[in-house]
């Protein structure tokens, strides 16, 4: 919380140097840290990273991806493709050394810092990338889905799998559906 608000306030965030450049960016992005997953380097090729992300963008835990700064611009276009410009990210360059550059916004924020250069596409970065809340989800696109899955599994499993993908509480689903059946 202090470093979300630090980073709310303008005030730089320095993180002290660590082992591994996810645990230093995950201490100095303000996003949540109780539960993250590494997914490593995101595939280079389009179809292939726009896959990757399309099967992490229900993730409900913080994302920490690693990225060369010849493929940081397409990242974050397909990220704001297919997350959404309202999620949150944290772009960490150059952790630990002189021109170290950390900056938390929203994704369409963030594509707008690195088209006008405010952050440099320099040096290698670490992708700190909000895990999906539960109200980014809207009730509409949850019975959707449950409606889907619905067709062919029981109503236990249809919600249980609808959780999965959404994030969303399996008995919450649950009473969505039963509510959409009425």
């Known amino acids: 919380k202090l470093v979300a608000a630090a980073h709310d306030h303008g ?7 660590g082992p591994l450049a ?7 992005c303000g996003l949540a840290t109780s539960q993250f997953v590494y997914a490593g380097y995101p595939p280079p090729r389009t179809e292939a990273r726009r896959k990757f992300l399309q099967a992490q963008q229900a993730e409900s835990r913080t994302l920490v ?4 700064p010849h493929r ?7 990220m704001l493709e297919i997350f959404g410009p309202e999620r949150r990210i944290c772009i960490a360059r150059e952790l630990t050394k002189q ?4 900056v938390r916004d929203t ?4 594509h707008d810092k690195l088209q006008n250069e405010t952050i440099k596409v320099k040096g290698e970065f670490v992708v700190v990338i909000e895990g999906l809340q539960q109200a980014q989800t809207d009730d509409a696109e949850v019975l959707r889905i449950h409606r889907i899955l619905s067709e062919k599994l029981s109503p236990k499993d249809a919600a249980a799998l609808t959780a999965k993908i959404t994030g969303r509480k399996k008995n919450e689903i649950y009473k969505l559906g039963l509510n959409d059946n009425e």
Do not use: F
Request: hydrophobic letters at 60%; zero cysteines; proline letters at 6%.
């Open 11 to 17: 005030i730089q965030v320095v993180p002290l140097p």
């Open 22 to 28: 996810v645990i230093t960016a995950l201490s100095a």
């Open 65 to 68: 991806l690693y990225e060369a």
């Open 72 to 78: 940081i611009v397409e990242l974050v276009d397909d």
């Open 99 to 102: 021109y170290e550059q950390i």
């Open 107 to 110: 994704l369409a924020g963030i």
